[in-house]
């Protein structure tokens, strides 16, 4: 088999880690703290890359996704909780594409946020009929992540990060409430909760005589895939570090979109617009697809990609319609993702960790060890997230 088979799932679930909900957070950490979190978006995407090979190593081993491993092992009971939590979670990022679909044609033809989001609802169903043939869909998410990358990685070209001060962002430092809501919203954003029951189900037709050899395929798809979107979230980061410190205003989108055209020019502030409408784009297939293998595989039941994508417009229709702010709405989404993640990472690594699951390739001890070490780290950091809502 080759690499493509497996590089095109990793691009598609790679598309998670770019939606607009990461321009907000990482612009935001970077013009507030400079270079302090860069080293919650490289461990964050180190344990991006770990959860993803464990969900597609699931689906190739068992030839069935999380989701349907969770449905044949839950009461009926249980099924519908954890599909309400997990449909909630996927709609959080729904809500995110929408408004940064928006917000970026508010920025490139100056829409009103709620025609924007109307636009932007009838494109992503159009690019629905190309989930009907993989092949042409997954060429299509290539195409959409490399403006992704170009537009959100133009202004770093401009003007460069500094290096030594990259380097100092790289040790683990946190600095008071906001800084823990914003790397736990960085987190959410980088470890997603509906990639990883998504991963799973979009390999699990992959059989193969020897799966030792699809695994290892598998593994240099989601290093090569998720460094993509890893470098597209530092490099946010980075640009507003080094480029939009102390600027006013930067906490919102459409301030740092101004503020990167005023200090480095309006063809990279437009090339950053288009980046933003394509990641919004790119993700509501993400979002669709994950949701539908959510209902799928919990559920045993199927709802037209159409129909769930019209339905799922209708909370960012109302929170754009009643004035809530765009950019504190895409944060707040990614701490919600956030919160979803131990419920997608605790039962994938039982899983995978069960010989009567896997066989000879279920988990080792180090790999449970370090599964244990992310869950207890994320878990704290929610903890953490919510005590400071509340205070």
């Known amino acids: 088999m080759s690499l493509w088979a497996t590089l095109g799932p990793a691009l598609v679930a790679s598309i998670a880690y770019v939606d607009p909900g ?42 069935a996704s999380l989701t349907e491993v969770l449905g044949d092992r839950l009461p009926r009971v249980g ?23 928006a917000i970026a044609l508010q920025l490139l033809f100056d829409l009103p946020l709620l025609l924007g989001a109307v636009i932007t609802g009838a494109i992503s169903l159009g690019l629905l009929v190309f989930q009907r043939g993989r092949s042409l869909f997954e060429k299509t998410v290539v195409g959409l992540l490399i403006l992704i990358s170009a537009g959100f990685l133009a202004g770093l070209f401009v003007n460069p990060p500094d290096a030594s001060d990259t380097a100092a962002g790289l040790i683990p430092q946190l600095h008071g409430r906001e800084s823990i809501v914003l790397a736990a919203s960085m987190l959410g954003a980088t470890v997603m909760p509906h990639a ?9 037709g992959h059989g193969s005589d020897n799966i030792d050899h699809l695994l290892a395929h598998t593994r240099h798809s989601i290093i090569i895939a998720l460094s993509v979107a890893g470098a597209v979230n530092v490099g946010l980061l980075l640009l507003a570090a080094e480029s939009l410190p102390d600027v006013p205003g930067t906490d919102t989108i459409a301030g740092a979109h101004g ?12 090339l950053f617009a ?20 959510i209902m799928s595989g919990l559920l045993g039941a199927h709802i037209p990609v159409v129909v769930r994508r019209t339905a799922t417009l209708v909370p960012a229709f109302i929170i754009i319609a009643v004035g809530v702010e765009p950019s504190t709405a895409l944060i707040i989404s990614q701490a919600v993702l956030s919160l979803g993640i131990p419920f997608a990472l605790v039962p994938l690594m039982r899983f995978v960790s069960a010989p009567a699951i896997m066989g000879r390739w279920a988990a080792g001890r180090c790999s449970r060890a370090v599964a244990v070490v992310l869950s207890a780290a994320v878990i704290t950091l929610n903890l953490a997230l919510v005590a400071t809502a509340f205070n």
Request: hydrophobic residues 55%; charged residues 10%; proline residues 0%.
């Open 196 to 204: 990883i029951y998504l991963h799973s189900a979009l390999v699990k």
């Open 259 to 270: 503020a990167i055209a005023a200090h480095l020019g309006d063809v990279v502030g437009v």
């Open 79 to 101: 099924r519908y909780a954890f599909w309400a939590q997990a449909e909630f979670v996927a709609a959080a990022t729904d809500l995110a594409e929408i408004i940064g679909g």
């Open 274 to 293: 288009l980046g933003l409408f394509a990641s919004g784009l790119a993700s509501t297939s993400v979002g669709t697809l994950a949701g539908s293998e």
């Open 22 to 63: 990461n321009v907000a957070a990482n612009i935001s950490a970077g013009a507030q703290f400079g270079y302090q979190l860069t080293w919650v978006l490289v461990v964050a995407n180190l344990m991006a890359m770990f959860i993803q090979y464990q969900s597609a190593k699931l689906g190739i081993v068992t030839g």
